[in-house]
Structure formats: C-alpha cells, structure tokens
C-alpha cells in the first residue's frame, strides 16, 4: 500500500493514532499541523522555566492506549512512564465539607457514608452497578464501532439487548436520573459534573453520560510529562513507523479533482499530493469553510446553540496553602443550577465550580515550593461573537479566587501566568467560538448528530472530539483508529473490486497475441 499518499491534517490525538495506524500499514503518511508540536488540545505551556499542562489531565480507558501501541508492535509502558492514582479526586464544597473518590471501590463507599450516611453509599453503590452496566451496553455496539444510527445501534444490541438499551435511560437527563441514587444534593452535583467532561450540561445531557463515571471508576493514570508527553510518544512512533510530520503547516484548503480527494493546500500556497484525506480538525471549521467548499458541503456549520462548553484556564506556579491539594481537585459552587443557568445565558457565572490539577502532585507529600497549577471555570463557547473583556477577565478571577477561598484554599501567584479565554480557543482551533468538545451532548440524539469517519467526499475521512465516538482524549483516540480503519477498509474493497472486474474482463474478453 506504499504508492497510496494520506494527508493527516491536524497532529491532535485522533490526527496521531491515525497517522500511527495507517503508516503501520504501509501508507505514506504525512501529518500536517499548523502549531509546532504534536497534541492538539494536549498542550503545555511555559509558564516561567516551567511547562503546565493547559489541555486535559485526566488520563482513563488506558486499555485504549495500550491496544494502540500493541498493535503497532510497542508497549505503552515503554513509551510513557504511568502511576495508577489511588486518590481520583478531591472534592469540597466548604472548610468541613470534602469528599474523595479512590481507586478502591469499598473506600470510596466508606468515604460516602462517612460524608453523607449510609443510605447515599448504599446509594452509590446501586448507581456505580447502573454506570458499569451502561457503559457494558454501549462499549460493543456504539463506543467501539462505527457511527450508528438509533436503528442500527438497536439492531447491534440485538432483541436480547433491547432491554439494557431502554434501562439506560435515554431519555432521562442526567441530573434526574442522579435524583433516583442521591438525595444529597452534594453527591447529584458531584457525579453531575461527569456531563462536562463532554462539555455538557447535567440538566440537559442524557443519562447515558453516568457512564463517565464508571469509567473514571475503572482507573486514573498520571503521565510523567503530561497527556502532551502521550501525544509525543504517539507521534515519535508514528516517525518510526514512516510518517512524516510538517509543523508551522497551516492548511488552507482540501483539493479536490474529479469529486474526489485531491490533496491539500497549504497557506504558504504549497500543495501537497494525497489520495487520502484524515481531516482531525473540529467539524465546525470543516462546515465553516475553511478547508473550502466541498469539504464544507460533508458537515454543515455547527449552529451556535449546540457548541459544548467553552472555558477560561489559568496556567500558574503558585504557593497553595490551607488546604489539602492532590493531584486533580474540584471546588463546587453554591448553587448549580445556577452555575448552568448563567452559562446558558452566554455569562460567566458569579460563583463558579473551579478544577484545579496540582501537577506536581501525586498521593505523597505535598511540594515545598511553588507548584504548577491548572485553574479551570467552565464558559460559554461565545469567544467568536462575544470576547471577554479584560474587567469580566478580571472579575472571573476574582470569583475563582473566592470559591477556592470558601473551601479554604489561598494561593500566593508568581508572575507569568498564562490566561486563555474562549476567545483565546478559538484562535487555536477556529471556528469554534471556544468550545473544547464539539456539539454539546444535550438530548437523545445528540450522539448521532455527530458524523462518522466516512464522508460523502471520496477519500476524505473525520477523525476527533467532534465526531464519532465523541469527546475525550481515549474517545477521540478511538476516533482516530476508526479514521484509519475505514480508510484501510476502503482501499481494500477498491482493490478486491478491481481485481474482479479484471478477472472476469480477461475471461470473458476476446484472446489477444
């Protein structure tokens, strides 16, 4: 297959694992990226002689990731050092109020009953057995596969799985569902927050996202380095393996020859040859025009409305004292409807929930010195229609500030710290006005309004948060395998079709000297 040319556009975690995959098989793979290294949104960035994680840190599904590297003839253990957490998170609501979660079930069902009695653990224990059992219900048939629609995917599952299918609760938000486990209204905000790991609502997203936490449940891993040192290690394979990888690239356009793939233009005015396409950008640039009118046509534009949340992130080295930190922590806001209530009217909420991921950090002793630190407040993804000004900048730190201040937690800031807006996401991936996760899942049917890897364009394939299976780092990894195994599949089926009309041709035809 080395005679076939794919252009990976864009070196996000779906862009690398495709690229990986195809040149494994034998393609000629150039990756194509307009930043300067590999990982997309698994990013860094310095602030003073030190890289802070700026994109997800929360690393799950390492299953994912090692079926990757074995089946491209490596070990994932090998490639990235990885401690299991035996803490997931730390939570807290006040001074005296905190709860964690940890590896160890039973432990985290003592930690509830101790928390908020044993009636909300044996509540949770029934809402973990309902998580696991939708996520068993939707890993075959939905997670690992191809786009379904809501026929097929009941046709997958089969008649003996209809039952499963109905019992995950469609049609039922997440927030309500929560209320049939959970009279603490703590604990509903808490395994709430699941729905913007997908950069959704509680209050609007599906119950299907309980399977979120299931999925933490499974496992957290830190990565020395970071989810950028993975995104590295995937493109320094995917080298070994003949990619070749062009950084500072900015791709202006996808040729097109003959209503099929043509190869891509690039803004210096470059053009570079391809039979294939893997476009590993947000659809909403796709459907916005930026890759030119025929890629356009595959998506349709992202309306406003359905973008997922946006944020406003705060890359620091600070002195944190008075309380506790771990490595990942979440400080919730007040009232959450509320929170939400703001975001959907397009503002900054006056009290918001704060994710703080203490990267030096580990179940050990805490650092004796400055550490670096990721301040996270969910936003609306308006950054292109309407960019924060720097008074609400200022005053969404302010807030910030206190909800950690509430909880106990001061931090004494060095200098440097790097703030990004939706606005500052929409630079880095446009068209987006900010939002980090594609369409929002909000509704039923929000999972099929994302396309599959496959487009109406010959030779042009999806690959990302923002397409099938859905946001998430291992969720846009397995994006990106399926990119490149509907692509393998493809050329295949051309080449078994050929050989068949080849075969009947000199069979059939008229004897030749």
Known sequence: MAEQRVVVIGAGIAGLVAALRLAHAGLDVTVVERASRPGGKMRSVAVGDAPVEAGPTVFTMRWVFDEIFSDCGADLDACVSLQKAEILARHAWGPDERLDLFADAQASVDAIAAFAGPGEAEGYRRFRARAAEVYRTLEGPFIRGERPNPLELGRRVGLSGMGDLWRIQPFTTLWDALGTYFRDARLRQLFGRYATY??????????????????????VWTIEGGLSRLAAAIAELAQARGARFRYDADVAGIAVERSRIAGVTLASGERIPADHVVANADIAALGAGLFGPEAARVTGPVPPSERSLSAVTFCMKARADGFPLVRHNVFFSADYA??????????????????????????????????????LVNASANGLEHPLTDPEIARCET?????????????????????????????????????????????????????????????????GGSVHPGPGVPMAALSGGLAADSLLSDLRRSRASTRRWAGAAMSGGTSTP
């Not at 703001?342 to 550490?371: F, I, K, M």
């Open 198 to 219: 997908c950069g959704s609502s509680p209050f609007q997203a599906p119950a299907t996202l309980m399977l979120v936490a299931h999925v933490e449940a499974e496992g």
């Open 338 to 375: 509320a929170e939400f209530a703001a975001l959907r009217r397009g503002t900054l909420p006056a009290d918001p929930t704060v994710y703080v991921c203490a990267q030096d950090r580990d179940d050990a002793a805490p650092p004796e010195r400055a550490e670096r630190l990721l301040c």
């Open 399 to 463: 807030n910030l500030r206190a909800r950690l201040s509430r909880c106990g937690l001061t931090l004494a800031e060095a200098p440097g710290t790097v703030t990004t807006t939706p606005a500052g996401f929409e630079r880095l991936f446009p068209a987006t006005g900010g939002a980090l996760y594609g369409r929002a899942s909000h509704g039923w049917m929000a999972s099929f309004k994302r396309p599959g890897a496959r487009t109406r364009l010959p030779g042009l394939y999806l690959a």
